[in-house]
């Protein structure tokens, strides 16, 4: 009469299925796909950029200048007679080579820096923390021209300085990380088998933190894609040669009251939808990590 | 044999009248696009000044029906079938104004949680005071009869505790202050969601008094929602059983619990050791299999599958509501066959006798350890002296502060202890910090946390966890690591196919089981066990207090049984420590601390727990406060609530010795042994 459990229509199980991976939860997301196919836009233009640019971004035409938008120049032509819709494209690249690499080096150091204060604790952190508050208390662009102006103007420089000012941010984001999960009992429970320091924050504590230094890359993706395009404006552009969205918006912005508005508006618009789409995508990521 | 409907009999004194009255009542919740049924045909009514209980495991839908009650559910949740009706009004036809205040005069909420449910930022008077001065009254008035309310609350300084922040309050404290708040509105219907729950075993005696005295001063129907069949047959007339959402079976309480006529609840019962159950009795039984996913198509009976006297029919047809005696009811095609229900786990017992060794496996000498909060030096144990017998279970008592974790921390070297303080294994000196303990040392000690969604990595596999153990301190690699893997996985009654598996993954159990088997990897010979299944429900419990007795005989380990569970402590310990504000009460053989004579705070402690078995006739409660641990009283530190106190003064001046007032029995108290035996006899239980 007993019968063994697990019969047919009921499929009882102490088990859960598998969940979605990541990046399937993200694609199901409206926001995310929109933020993400104009990421994969720029990522286009900054790939290919002069081969599916309608003209040369550098060659002038100087007896086409400062033309309104028009069916052969989309964007119009600046002040040398420069198609914009090219230099748009084109100066996608400097933007997304400086832009992420700035981000990467920040989140590696400052998640070294988190994981190293969050776990040691005591004076160290004690000290380091009010180092990085009173660090964060300097305005972030000022601390960026001290350094920018002795090391000089390169794509190196910059991925360099933003990734150093963006370190005690996120820095400081990880170590509060940490510091949750420090709560828990499995870091007891691993110090009970003899674990080391490095052993406990790498392969303990680092994967489940993962999804919080996720979150902080995209969001400071977007701060670090302004903050290129700031020093450019300001004068701290890589090489006047290539075309750079920041500082056209610079050398069109002076003529803006002759009427010429295209000349800053359409580099001005490429940054905007840029850091949309870092943000949206930033949200989607939060929301399915962490949320 | 008849089987009626589910229809609940209209009775004719029923009907309106009844406070509550649902019927049919199904409830799904959208989750990914689909329709989960939570609840199917619930029926039941509670009477005027009745007081009904709805038990059930994790995920029975037993808060579901407090939610549905008061149209709380969550915005993905809906009554899909079926009628309620609270004070003869339909809660789910009511239009905002009508609901809102159907929820202000006639049903009122208690939650687990009382800090949750009071606004942190408001002073508790002032929260009491809104109730009154939502039903109209001028705030004088309001805040005049808030006081009068936590006085009726027993809270013996009300005006005080009306200037506090809800933060300022202790647990037991805030529940009152919320009790009170749901009585204000004098409602009809009073629900309670595990109300004590969070609360110690002292306190929650406390409320549950509390809450009995209330209700009939308040001509209050109570719905008592809990997880803990004691506390339900303490205070419920009438109960049902929930199942996977259904109502299995119904009747009253003390009846019910005497002679369930549902498998399910026969089962339950038999997980929980009663009446002074031990382990060398026999093992506990438990429910094989686990509780169906919600909304899953069941053609036949929902509990068939776990059941181990199911029929083809069971498994084909639903069973419908056979009606079992007066006012009871099972949903059980063989509720006639339920008290021959065969165990599922054998009953024989293989225990490892504590060895008669001459020698402690581990003496802790003056045991002592401060913490500084705000400046003060808080005394979380003060001078302990304890001794750990090879391969026996010392149980660990006392209710939260008072030490308890304090000192397994300190014994495992999480904690280093204050200067002076003294741990030996086998006669060498364990460090106070686990970096300066040798491999032997580190080897020799884990535990198993009360909680395995913290005390696992979320991110590491079942492999990785269980394998690491086996790595780092036995020093297995290769074939040999996964030949003991492959056992010890096999010992702790998990298969192959859980190893890729992470965590979150597994079912509640399945997690502990998975800790306990990363505890034993290392070949241990003493494992604390800090509260290792009060995360977990009742029929996963006695699965997991099992597997202990059954690894403590196979490895010899020694077991530290830390548990706020004076049953479960009973059942599994050959000894007993009770300490209370970090110092040790009583220690002694299990037996004899539980049958007494025992330590005034032992009694209080065990005349806290509601159990279903009938009540001691003689209870003591303890009241007041845990005093704080960084100012401790003078002379015994329990002389502020202990019942019997002595008149001569002694208590209050002097410290009483930790004597041996038997052999192996020793106490901490002023009384004199017999005495203390005169004046605990009570009358032999029922």
């Known amino acids: ?291 | 044999m008849t089987a009626t409907e589910t229809t609940p009999a209209p009775d004719a004194a029923a009907g309106p009248e009844n406070a509550v009255q649902v019927e049919h009542l199904d409830v799904s919740y959208r989750v990914r696009g689909r329709d989960r049924l939570a609840l199917r045909n619930v029926s039941f009514q509670i009477a005027r000044n009745e007081s009904y209980g709805l038990v059930g495991e994790s995920g029975s839908g037993k808060s579901t029906v407090a939610l549905a009650l008061t149209r709380y559910l969550p915005r993905n949740g809906r009554v899909s079938a079926g009628s309620i009706r609270i004070a003869g009004r339909d809660p789910l036809a009511l239009n905002p104004e009508k609901l809102r205040q159907l929820r202000a005069h006639s049903v009122s909420m208690v939650y687990q949680e009382p800090g949750k449910a009071l606004n942190p930022a408001i002073r508790v008077g002032r929260q009491i005071a809104e109730v009154y001065e939502v039903a109209g009254l001028g705030r004088a008035d309001a805040l005049e009869r808030s006081e009068e309310m936590l006085r009726r609350v027993q809270i013996s300084d009300p005006g005080r505790v009306m200037e506090r922040y809800p933060h300022e309050l202790s647990g037991g404290m805030a529940q009152r202050a919320v009790i009170a708040m749901a009585l204000a509105s004098e409602p009809e219907l009073l629900i309670l969601d595990e109300p004590t729950t969070a609360l110690d075993a002292t306190v929650e005696a406390e409320v549950l008094d509390l809450v009995a005295g209330l209700r009939n001063q308040f001509d209050t129907s109570l719905l008592f929602i809990s997880h803990n069949l004691a506390v339900i047959a303490k205070m419920c007339d009438r109960v049902g059983v929930l199942y996977a959402g259904e109502l299995i079976e119904e009747g009253p309480a003390q009846q019910l619990f005497d002679q369930p006529r549902h498998p399910y609840t026969m089962g339950l019962l038999r997980c929980i050791p009663r009446q002074g159950q031990r382990k060398d009795h026999g093992r506990l039984d438990s429910i094989p299999g686990f509780l169906p996913a919600p909304g899953q198509a069941l053609a036949g009976c929902i509990f068939a599958p776990r059941c181990s006297i199911a029929e083809d029919r069971c498994r084909e047809t639903a069973p419908p509501a056979f009606d079992v005696g007066p006012d009871r009811s099972s949903r059980c095609f063989l509720h006639e066959a339920t008290p021959d229900l065969p165990r599922s786990t054998p009953v024989n017992v293989e225990l490892s006798a504590p060895a008669e060794s001459a020698q402690p496996v581990v003496t802790i000498r003056n045991l002592s350890k401060t913490f500084t909060s705000r400046g003060q030096a808080v005394h979380a144990l003060a001078g302990v002296n304890l001794d750990i017998e090879r391969g026996e279970t010392l149980g660990l008592v006392g209710e939260s502060g008072s030490g308890k974790t304090t000192l397994a921390r300190l014994l495992l070297g999480l904690t280093p202890p204050d200067a002076g303080s003294a741990i030996e294994m086998d006669g060498e000196p364990l460090g106070g910090d686990l970096r300066k303990r040798g491999r032997t040392q580190l080897k020799a000690l884990q535990i198993v946390f009360q909680n395995p969604d913290s005390a696992l990595n979320r991110r590491h596999t079942v492999r990785q966890l269980i394998s690491r153990p086996l790595v780092k301190l036995a020093g297995l690699s290769g074939p040999a690591l996964q030949e003991r893997l492959a056992d010890l996985v096999r010992s702790v009654r998990m298969e192959a196919r859980h190893l890729p598996l992470r965590p979150r993954q597994l079912s509640g159990g399945l997690k502990q089981r998975v800790a306990i088997a990363r505890a034993f990897g290392g070949g241990p010979r003493i494992v604390v066990c800090d509260e290792p299944t009060s995360a977990l429900d009742v029929s996963v419990q006695a699965a997991i207090l099992n597997l202990l007795a059954d690894l403590q005989a196979k490895e010899q380990v020694t077991y530290l049984f830390i548990s706020h569970d004076l049953q479960l402590v009973r059942y599994l310990s050959d000894r007993i420590a009770v300490l209370y504000l970090g110092r040790l009460m009583e220690l002694g053989p299990a037996e004899r601390v539980f049958s007494g004579p025992h330590h005034p705070y032992t009694e209080a402690l065990l005349s806290a727990v509601p159990s279903l078995d009938g009540q001691r006739p003689q209870r003591i409660r303890l009241t007041g406060e845990i005093p704080s641990a960084a100012s401790p009283p003078s002379g015994c530190v329990f002389h502020t609530r202990c019942p019997r106190r002595l008149a001569s003064g002694i208590c209050e001046s002097t410290e009483p010795p930790l004597a041996e007032v038997e052999p192996g029995h020793l106490m901490s108290c002023h009384i004199p042994i017999d005495q203390l035996t005169t004046l605990q006899s009570y009358e032999p239980m029922p």
């Open chain 1, 1 to 291: 009469m007993a019968t063994p459990p697990g019969t047919p229509g009921i499929v009882a199980s102490d088990t859960q299925r598998r969940e979605l991976p990541v990046w399937r939860l993200l694609l199901r997301r409206p926001t995310f796909v929109t933020g993400a196919l104009i990421l994969l836009f720029w990522v286009v233009c900054a790939i290919f950029g002069t081969s599916i640019a309608p003209h040369s971004p550098l060659a002038q035409q100087l007896l086409a200048t400062n033309q309104a938008p028009s069916a052969a120049h989309w964007f119009g032509t600046d002040q040398l007679g420069r198609d914009m819709l090219s230099r748009v494209i084109v100066g996608a690249r400097t933007m997304l080579i400086i832009a992420p690499l700035a981000t990467v080096v920040g989140t590696v150091l400052g998640t070294a820096l988190g994981l190293a204060l969050g776990y040691l604790g005591g004076v160290v952190d004690l000290l380091a923390s009010r180092v990085i508050e009173a660090v964060l208390a300097l305005p972030a662009l000022l601390v960026i021209f001290l350094f920018m102006v002795p090391l000089g103007v390169t794509t190196l420089s910059q991925v360099l300085v933003i990734g150093f000012i963006f370190t005690p941010l996120i820095a400081r984001t990880v170590r509060s990380a940490v510091q949750v999960e420090r709560q828990l009992d499995y870091v007891p429970a691993a110090r009970l088998l003899g674990e080391r320091s490095g052993w406990m924050m790498f392969v303990e504590i680092l994967p489940n933190v993962v999804p919080t230094i996720l979150v902080e890359f995209t969001v400071r993706l977007g701060y670090a894609v302004f903050a290129v395009a700031s020093l450019a404006f300001l004068g701290f552009g890589v090489q006047l040669s290539t075309p750079n969205w920041g500082t056209d918006i610079n050398a069109n912005y002076a003529v803006l009251g002759a009427g010429y508005w295209w000349g800053s508006l359409f580099p001005a618009l490429a940054i905007a939808s840029l850091i949309i789409g870092i943000n949206l995508v930033a949200d989607s990521v939060e929301q399915v990590v962490v949320g």
